[in-house]
């Protein structure tokens, strides 16, 4: 079993940032695809970025040079930086992984998933 925990939400008005956190509570963040997703109330959950096990990033072009995504294995945590969040940010951000493979977009190929941490970003 795989159990992901991710932390570091909150409530910031547009233009602030949030560092997000993805615990993992066994080895896999350094050896298997790892990717963030979110979901805004009455929409589709939406791919934000992905890292592949050797470390090639891919990000939204809705994201792209405002948020940065990052590891340390020897914690085994995954992170998500947000900078200059703007409203439309505003979901439960999820972590997910992937054991096996490549990394994909679609959330439907993501094995294991956290519970999510709310993200609110006001005008």
């Known amino acids: 079993q795989v159990q992901l925990v991710e932390s570091g939400g909150g409530s910031v008005q547009a233009g602030g940032s949030l560092r997000l956190s993805c615990a993992a509570s066994?080895?896999?963040?350094?050896?298997?695809?790892m990717g963030w997703f979110r979901q805004a109330l009455g929409k589709q959950r939406e791919w934000v970025s992905s890292?592949?096990?050797?470390?090639?990033?891919t990000y939204a072009g809705s994201v792209k040079g405002r948020f940065t995504i990052s590891r340390d294995n020897a914690k085994n945590t995954l992170y998500l930086q947000m900078s200059s969040l703007k409203p439309e940010d505003s979901a439960m951000y999820y972590c997910?992984?992937?054991?096996?493979?490549?990394?994909?977009?679609?959330?439907?190929?993501?094995?294991?998933w956290g519970q999510g941490t709310q993200v609110t970003v006001s005008s």
């Open positions: 997910a992984a992937r054991a096996d493979g490549l990394c994909y977009s679609d959330p439907i190929r993501y094995s294991y």
């Open positions: 066994r080895y896999i963040v350094g050896n298997a695809c």
């Open positions: 890292m592949w096990s050797g470390g090639t990033i």
